[in-house]
């Protein structure tokens, strides 16, 4: 993917239950009252008196959502062997579309046109007044709204959930606004309750509010690790310090999203200079950057720089755009938390999105759904594992010796640079 894409490749109709996991993060919010305190048959009552309802008479709306029990599109079964897996609900939301393409309505168009203009060749057709010319576009209109009320022209797809209640937390692979606002939606109406994306900035805040931390957050600036591209004296030293005005955040609904990608700059370094060991409070993560690393100018100056290799931050490539301003906005990661299973998953970290998780193999499982709840299980273990890392590094990001980690790293930029030319 283009290291300049605001969302990263998310859309998987099992993702859960089988393949890669791919998933954006997002808040559920709700009165006392409203807030589900298990999976239930209450919940699976609301969630199946708001599916997409069967075709009726006149036209569909251009677009329904309603909730699908996750096997597939046309699957209702909310009960617990299906849905219910501990404190966590798998399920999914079927978003239906149905549109003419704008091509076969302008041909439906032409043909009433033709109709009406009296010959069958071009050379002997008469043209059209105001009045005729609405006419046929009313026509076409009808033969539209015809296809639509058979059940043409609908694209059905569907989007797994997984919702762990405990934490409030729904893991999803929605990419794309008007999808998220679908979703968004059903939540409100279905269920009384408001679904926020959790960006890196937004997490961040969600993070040091427990811990009391959160007017830090608003006090820091994008980090200047290097000057701007070609601004240096003879001896390579800074002339000033600016701030980046890194273009992707500032683009985005949350200025603080910068945060996501100085923690995996962060990373970065701590794989190269402290053997990939992050103390995370509640043991040590192991982590390797791997397969990709996609970059961009944090100055909005130099552009992107997208690299693929079994150690693309090993490539010269990597240490010059490094140099230059660029920061990684998605790379491979391999993870391993304490006791656990090693992770790999591509992270868009300014966005805090997964994609492509594999999960560790699972052999003793004795049933489908045995499978499937391991893979939960494992899924939540990766999302708390990164959530771990990031709050490390959000503990050093506000802490008093960041201005110190700063320079170390911005050293580290300056000795791989060095040392790749040399070599």
């Not at 009406?116 to 209109?141: C, F, T």
């Not at 309750?193 to 006090?219: I, Q, T």
């Not at 771990?388 to 580290?412: I, K, N, P, S, Y």
Request: net charge negative; with cysteine; glycine share 10%.
């Amino acid at each position: 993917m283009n290291a300049g894409c605001a969302a990263a490749r998310l859309d998987g109709t099992m993702a859960f239950r089988s393949g890669g996991v791919s998933y954006a993060r997002f808040h559920v919010s709700g009165t006392a009252g409203a807030l589900p305190s298990a999976v239930d048959d209450a919940l699976f009552d609301r969630l199946a008196e708001h599916v997409v309802a069967r075709d009726g008479v006149g036209t569909p709306p251009e677009l329904r959502a309603g909730w699908c029990a996750g096997r597939h599109l046309l699957d209702t079964s909310f009960d617990w062997e299906t849905c219910g897996f501990g404190s966590t609900l798998l399920a999914g939301v079927r978003i239906d579309v149905a549109k003419v393409p704008p091509e076969l309505r302008r041909a439906y168009v032409a043909i009433a046109e033709a109709e009406r203009s009296g010959g069958a060749e071009v050379a002997d057709r008469r043209l059209l007044g105001r009045a005729e010319r609405k006419a046929a576009r009313e026509e076409a209109d009808r033969r539209c709204a015809a296809e639509l009320a058979e059940g043409r022209h609908r694209r059905s797809t569907m989007v797994p959930l997984l919702w762990d209640l405990e934490r409030s937390i729904v893991l999803a692979p929605i990419a794309g606004e008007r999808k998220r606002g679908e979703v968004r939606d059903l939540f409100a109406g279905s269920l009384e309750l408001g679904l926020h994306g959790r960006s890196a900035g937004s997490l961040a805040w969600d993070l040091l509010s427990n811990h009391g931390l959160a007017s830090e957050l608003d006090e820091i600036r994008p980090s200047s690790f290097t000057p701007p591209p070609g601004q240096r004296s003879a001896d390579g030293e800074r002339l000033l310090e600016p701030v980046p005005e890194v273009p992707w955040a500032a683009a985005s609904n949350e200025a603080k999203d910068f945060v996501g990608n100085e923690w995996l700059l962060w990373m970065w370094w701590i794989a190269e200079t402290q053997e990939g060991l992050v103390d995370t409070g509640v043991g040590e993560v192991a982590l390797v950057l791997e397969r990709a690393l996609d970059l961009e100018c944090a100055w909005g100056v130099s552009g992107r720089t997208s690299l693929r290799g079994d150690a693309p931050t090993l490539l010269p490539e990597a240490a010059r755009a490094l140099l230059h301003g660029k920061w990684p906005r998605r790379a491979g990661l391999l993870v391993a938390p304490p006791g656990g299973h090693a992770f790999a998953c591509s992270l868009q970290a300014d966005r805090f999105a997964v994609s492509g998780a594999t999960l560790p193999e699972i052999d003793d499982a004795r049933s489908e759904r045995e499978i499937v709840e391991q893979r939960i299980e494992r899924t939540l273990e990766l999302d708390r594992t990164l959530l771990a890392l990031f709050e490390a590094f959000l503990r050093a990001r506000v802490g008093r010796g960041w201005t110190t980690t700063r320079e170390q790293m911005t050293e580290w930029i300056r000795g791989r640079a060095a040392a790749r030319a040399a070599a």
